[in-house]
């Protein structure tokens, strides 16, 4: 490896929750080695860019990116980890000045694999993906966020029509309980209090005899985790009895769901090869909205799927709208080379998809300021994060967004402290809220 006396480090991710979350292990890695890390953008001696390549443009977006690193950091060394480098390696080693195309596999490791000097041509490391569990390697101090994002889980074997993740990211597998265990402690430690429970499909966690319940199980003895939350879950693989963890006031589980929906109609359902038909989500849904008194439900859904007709698209509308949904992401289908759904002939014209996706987006828009609205006048509990300029920003239990004034608390420092707030003033994206007591 470099000899690391001055050495300035870049990161830069594209795509999901789970890479932003390696990329920060990455990051955390360099820092122990005695780099010093510079904002993306900022003259460097190494660039490390983790990739995405869930869509067409996603590629084109990593390409774009690692061009821009070189062209502003000529002699730096620049590796390129992730997706794109498991499933497009030959169009990245295209890119000059590239020096290692690390995929999947092995990307954790990518700090050991950084050379002394510049490489004429790229080394690719890009092994197949193993199907075991794993671990990670983590150490020193992430930088701090009241919120942590914890990875439990990597890979998908569901094979969504539309989806290249479980080709770029390999099957399902589950990280070593115990490893899980030790890192959401040394979060904790760190101060950390709020946990995001993150993977590709965490509801397939399985190690040994631990599932996912134990892992909440396990996290909620965690001393100094107050909060945990769990990120997007697929409908067919969530456990009823997270039910119960949310309800009790013992369990730091927060009352949060995210499922995605995609579609609202079967025979769109049928083709992007879910694995639930629209009754079978819904009767999941109206359970989860009846047993969790104010949960929050937020969902995805993918518009213009290949094939969608008027009818169709106003069909997940109608779904989206008479279902006790609080928000949806909502997705325009876009092309992934090397999935089904792009082989499609009957492709809906782009500038249909942007119109669709305009709509829901209204529509979601709309369902959470009903969500919000709801919820005026009532006293609920926050984690106050850093500072912005004039306000104190929060979420609730249950993923209302609070904010209350700089001011607050004769401008005492609460970032990191929950407190009850009121929920006074709706704005068109969160809630003006008073405090009514500090909690710890
Ligand atoms: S569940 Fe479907 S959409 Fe999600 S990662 Fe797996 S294949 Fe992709």
Redesign the pocket.
């Known amino acids: 490896m470099v000899s690391t006396a001055t050495k300035r480090a870049s990161l830069h991710t594209l795509g999901c929750r789970l890479n932003q979350s390696e990329t920060l292990l990455i990051q955390q890695r360099l820092k122990d080695e005695g780099y010093e890390i510079v904002p993306f953008g900022e003259r460097a001696d190494l660039g490390i860019i983790n990739t995405c390549t869930v869509t067409n443009l996603a590629d084109s977006k990593c390409r774009q990116t690692i061009r821009q690193f070189v062209r502003k950091n000529p002699g730096a060394y620049t590796a390129v980890v992730g997706c794109y480098s498991q499933m497009g390696a030959k169009e990245i080693a295209e890119i000059g000045g590239v020096d290692l195309i690390i995929g999947n596999q092995e990307k954790m490791s990518v700090v050991d694999f950084i050379g002394q000097e510049k490489n004429e041509k790229p080394v690719i490391i890009r092994d197949r993906i193993s199907p075991e569990d794993f671990s990670i390697q983590f150490a020193g101090d992430a930088p701090f966020n009241q919120r942590a994002n914890l990875k439990i889980q990597d890979g998908?074997s569901?094979?969504?029509s539309?989806?290249i993740?479980?080709f770029a990211r390999g099957p399902s597998r589950s990280r070593d309980y115990a490893n899980l265990i030790d890192e959401a402690k040394a979060k904790a430690s760190q101060g950390i209090r709020e946990i995001v429970v993150t993977g590709?499909?965490i509801g397939t966690y399985q190690t040994g005899d631990a599932d996912l319940l134990r892992v909440l199980e396990g996290l909620n003895l965690v001393e100094g985790i107050d909060r945990i939350r769990i990120s997007s879950i697929?409908p067919t693989t969530i456990p009823t009895e997270l039910f119960g963890m949310m309800n009790d006031p013992d369990h730091a589980l927060l009352p949060f769901f995210h499922i995605?929906l995609q579609a609202g109609s079967n025979k769109v359902l049928g083709e992007m090869r879910r694995k639930y038909t629209i009754s079978e989500y819904l009767e999941f849904l109206h359970l989860a909205r009846e047993s969790v008194d104010g949960a929050y439900i937020g969902s995805d859904i993918m518009v213009g799927f290949p094939g969608e007709s008027e009818e169709e698209f106003q069909e997940t509308c109608r779904v989206f709208l008479e279902n006790p949904f609080n928000f949806c992401h909502v997705f325009s289908f876009s092309e992934r080379k090397g999935t089904l759904a792009a082989k499609r002939a009957d492709q809906v014209p782009i500038e249909e998809r942007q119109r669709r996706s305009a709509h829901l987006r209204r529509l979601s828009a709309k369902k959470r300021y009903d969500f919000y609205e709801a919820h005026l006048g009532k006293t609920m509990r926050v984690l106050f994060e850093n500072p912005k300029l004039d306000c104190w920003p929060s979420y609730t239990d249950n993923y209302i967004r609070v904010v209350a004034p700089r001011d607050a608390m004769n401008g005492a420092d609460l970032a990191n402290r929950c407190a009850e707030v009121r929920l006074d003033r709706l704005s068109a994206d969160f809630v003006e809220g008073e405090i009514v007591q500090m909690i710890d």
């Open positions: 998908c569901f094979i969504c539309f989806c993740i479980p590709v499909n697929e995605p």
